[in-house]
C-alpha cells in the first residue's frame, strides 16, 4: 500500500514574521497547520500545529496521513530552516474535525533544555524517543524509560522493537540530540507489551 503523504500542492501561505521564531509564534498564536523543515538534519517535512514554543525550543502535536494526531515533538528552533503554513490547511482543519481530533494541550510542559523536556515527557506517557544525530541518517531513535541525567547526557532504560526491555541503561549526551519524540501511538502500544521494565543492572555490569 503506498504511503501517503501531505500535499505539497497548492498555494502555500508564508507566515509574515521575520524568522523562524517569529514565524512559529505566529503558528502557535493562529493555531494554524504547519509543515516544518530541517534541512541540515532531515530531507523531510514534521506536519503538525505548534502547541509549545521557548526561546530554543517548540513543541510540535504531529498529525499523521490518517488526519488523526499522533504524538509530540520537541525540536531546537535553531535546526530549523523553513516553517510554512501547510497548504493543505482547508482539508486538514476538516479532516481533523470530521475524524473528532481536537489540538492537544501540555500545559506546564518545559521547554527549557533537552533535559527539562526529556522529564516533562516522561511525566505524562512511559515512553520517549531520544532521536540523536547520524551522519548517515539523519537521526537514529532510540525508545525507553528515562530513568535519569548526568551532566552532559540523558540516562535511558532502552526497549528493543520486540517489546523487550534491555537489562541496563545508556547516556545519550545533550549535544547529539536532534529531536525528542512520545506519546505517539506506536510508542504507546510499545509499552503497554513490554510492561514493567526490570530495575537496571548496575553500569558496566553488561557489555556490548
Known amino acids: ?3 501517503i503523504k501531505h500535499h505539497r500542492e497548492g498555494n502555500v501561505v508564508q507566515f509574515r514574521g521575520r524568522g523562524v521564531r517569529a514565524q512559529l509564534r ?3 498564536e493562529s493555531s494554524a497547520p504547519v509543515q516544518i523543515a530541517r534541512e541540515r538534519i532531515s530531507p523531510g517535512w ?3 500545529f505548534v ?3 521557548s526561546a530554543e525550543f517548540c513543541l510540535v502535536a504531529e498529525v499523521s496521513d490518517a488526519m488523526r494526531f499522533d504524538g ?3 525540536l531546537a ?3 530549523i ?3 510554512e503554513q501547510d497548504p493543505g490547511r482547508e482539508f486538514v482543519e476538516k479532516a481533523l474535525q470530521l475524524n473528532d481530533e481536537k489540538i492537544p494541550e501540555l500545559p506546564g510542559f518545559k521547554l ?3 533535559q527539562a523536556i526529556a522529564e516533562s515527557a516522561a511525566a505524562v506517557t512511559p515512553l520517549i524517543s531520544l532521536n540523536m544525530l547520524d551522519e548517515g541518517d539523519g537521526e537514529v531513535s532510540y525508545i525507553g524509560r528515562l530513568t535519569g541525567a548526568e551532566h552532559d547526557a540523558l540516562v535511558l532504560q532502552e526497549v528493543d522493537p520486540n517489546a523487550v526491555w534491555y537489562p541496563d541503561t545508556g547516556a545519550y549526551e545533550f549535544a547529539g540530540i536532534g529531536s525528542i519524540g512520545f506519546g505517539t501511538a506506536y510508542m504507546l502500544l510499545l509499552a503497554k507489551i513490554a510492561g514493567v521494565p526490570p530495575v537496571p543492572a548496575p553500569v558496566g555490569e553488561f557489555s556490548a
Open 1 to 3: 500500500m503506498a504511503n
Open 51 to 53: 502547541i509549545g514554543l
Open 112 to 114: 527549557d533544555n533537552w
Open 46 to 48: 514534521v506536519h503538525g
Open 77 to 79: 528552533v535553531g535546526d
Open 72 to 74: 509530540f515533538l520537541a
Open 26 to 28: 505566529e503558528a502557535l
Open 81 to 83: 530552516s523553513v516553517v
